[in-house]
Structure formats: C-alpha cells, structure tokens
C-alpha cells in the first residue's frame, strides 16, 4: 500500500513538472524573429496597433498564444504563427519577452490624469472597479492570475482591446470581468485611462 502510494506521488509529481515547466528565456529568443516584425526583437513594439510584449507576464503570453491558436481569439496575423506554436514554444517566447525591459512611451498631458484617477480609484457611482485592483498600482500586472502588465502599453493597442472586450469582439475568462467593465467606460474613458497606462515608465 505504502509502495503503491509512494509510486502515485512520484508520478503526481512528476506531471505537475511538465504541465508548470517554465520556459526557457534563451530558447524563447531563438525562436522570436517572426514575432520581432511586428513586436519588435526586445518585445517593444513600433507599431501602435501591435502591443508591447516585454514584460507583459509569462502566463498571460502564453495563454494568449494557446487563445489564438485555438481560436478563442481572432486575428488574421497571429492565428496561423500561433497555430505553428507547439506549448514550449508559447512557453519559451513567453519567457523571454516577459524577461525584457517595457521602455515605456509618452502619455498625453491633456488626458492622463483623469485616466490615473480611474485606474487608481474606479468610479463607484458607474460601478467601475479600480484598474489597479487586479492589474497593481504600478500596473506590473498578476501573472499568477493571468492579469497583465499594462504599463508602457501603446495607447490605440490597449483603447482597441476595451473596445473589443465591451462589444464581445474579445472574450475573457469565466467570469467575464473585462466585457463587464468596459462596457460601463466611455470613448473618454477608455481613451484617458489608455493615455495614462501609456506614459508608466
């Protein structure tokens, strides 16, 4: 019984280290040349319309790469080079764009401290959360909780995503927490509290 027990533990064991096996950073930068076109080789993007992967979480990179090869998320570019995608390549490209340095942009002064103030405080009267509550007060994000980094994040990049969560374009989890507040924000909103998330160094 005892040998029998002992044997379940070890295997137990050993499928939790491959299931949670973290990627590798150097491997990960062997295999980002498609990626650097559009996010650019040190994961920060050029390009407005393409996010910033540096630093963005290591699970939340890799759950999204598995979202669009699966087709849970849409998007004519990344589906066929996620579909390509074996899970340690999620998970070593997840590694090294996390493992880089997000080198931030600049927010616009008319608009960022309004959206400081709903990223800091929500609004209780429009039943909006604080960003920060699940994103952290420096928006460094939860990797654990699969919540992302969203600081240096471009602007257009982050306004089209609420916009895209608001009219069911993007799913989330099972709880459906992103649909349910952007659909709560403004153009103003989203715009405010995009331009401040932009200029977090």
Known sequence: MKRTVAAAWVFWAALCGVAG???NPERG?????????CHGANGNSVNPEWPSLAGLGTDYIAAQLMNFKEG???NA???PNAAALSPEDMADLAAYFNSQR???LEADPSTWEAGQKLFRAGDASRGIPACMACHGPAARGNDAAKFPAL?????VYTVKQLQDYASGARPTGPNNIMQSISKKLTADDMRNVASYLQGIR
Do not use: F, I, L, P
């Open 151 to 155: 600081r240096g994040q471009h602007s």
């Open 102 to 104: 997000n080198t931030g």
């Open 29 to 37: 930068a062997a295999k980002s040349a498609v990626c650097a076109a």
């Open 72 to 74: 849970k998320r849409n």
């Open 77 to 79: 570019v990344m589906a």
């Open 21 to 23: 096996a973290a990627g």
